[in-house]
């Protein structure tokens, strides 16, 4: 049964169904039960690999990382343990350093798997007892985490899962020469999601650019534009013509070109053909 | 290095280099012992399940194939072996009927891995030998099969590592109830195609649908529009306005609207809901 928008909704939704039809009401984190299963993880880690020297794991309410750390630090309490939290929802970071489980704000994040907005009563403890650090990561790194598993690692991680690649990616915390595990928690990921992730992150090499290009307002113009663009190999894949705004000339028009491209040195190919062809133009990002 | 735009034209260029600087030229599939290293990914089936009844692999020029094929029928005779090759390519299905190579007509597919015109020399021969069966499997199928992939196993295949699982998943062939493995061959796949692979794998289940709604042209008449929509929980991505073309009263407008929805029930209330507000649309496909 799908109830809510959010964890929050769906959560009360359960509680409310589980008192009105008598049901057992299991916690997706604040259990000792779910908690011990997901320890199962640290066991297996030390299996695979005994010289491990840190694990890096996402913090939702902090079920999966209790267990993890609390396997690995009573087996060797030498592993660093590193919990990574979304920066939109610190939730559990706030309560280590208050002292207590805090609400914080209601929040979006990409992240969706580990937006929780309070950490639970019987994790607190442990992550405060077990986990060493907790660091935070932004949107645009979960993002990026996704697309280079997906790129080198072929596998589709949801926003929750890349978080703790994302950390380890971005330097969050010191592990240089260290034996490092990082688990990737969840692959839950809606492939519309997915589309407009690859799509940013190709806006951002570079390998799809949109460029506001001048023309002059006569048969052939385009045509001749497009001999450039496809002589240095750039594949248009959207186009909008503009007459009247953006402060176009009359008798002239702005053309919105969206191309795929191979990257920045590609994209530096291209725009030194349109100015040698002398086309006044701009890059819309 | 890259060069050329297909395997052919890369081919010819390895061929051309090898020769003027004396190098040793690696054939991609028609040489024993790439053959013979392929055919170790038999033995690990036998390994990992030695009760398997068939197995299933794409076919490019026949090197992954004979080395399988060979290891599993040597060991174990009565294991089917079934080849999957690109309708748009079919060159080792030409071949074995043929009783040699058969260089095809230059054709793009999705797989672009296995998109090779001529079978190989070595390899036909093997594939006449230890192949049960080819078949072939279609562009839609093969970005089906990606996408299955993906949302189903968190797996990034490319379109010739999906090829084999096309051929299973639309039944090219008959294993009801037998112990089959399908051989997933590359994950070589570009962010940007799969991007187009998912929007297309949308268009197609109607999570992501285009109307062409006309509407009365006057201050007011988008907002009731999306009104209508907002209250059905359609999530619109793009507009596109047309005033003076597609069959458009004079005074009014036909505007295009991309949605997001969560499949075809969702999409025939949108349709019923706009039907019940007395708008005139048609969907565009």
Redesign the interface.
Known sequence: MLHGANYDEAYEEARKRSQEHNLTFIHPFDDCAVIAGQATLGLELLEQAPDLEAVVAAIGGGGLISGVACALKETNPRIRVIGVQTARLASMKAAVEAGHPVTLPVSTTLADGIAVRRAGELTLPMVAKYVDEIVTVEEEEIANAV?LL??RE????EGAGAASLAALVNQKFSCAGKKVAVVISG?NMD??L??RI??R??VKDG??IRLRIHLPDYPGALHRLTGVLAEHRANIVETSYNRAYFGVEFGDTAIDLTM?TRGSEHVDEITAALSDAKYVFERIT
Chains 1, 2 share one sequence.
Do not use: F, S
């Open positions: 697309l997906l790129e072929k596998i589709l991680a692959g492939v519309t997915l589309a690859i799509e992150g190709l390998r799809l795929e």
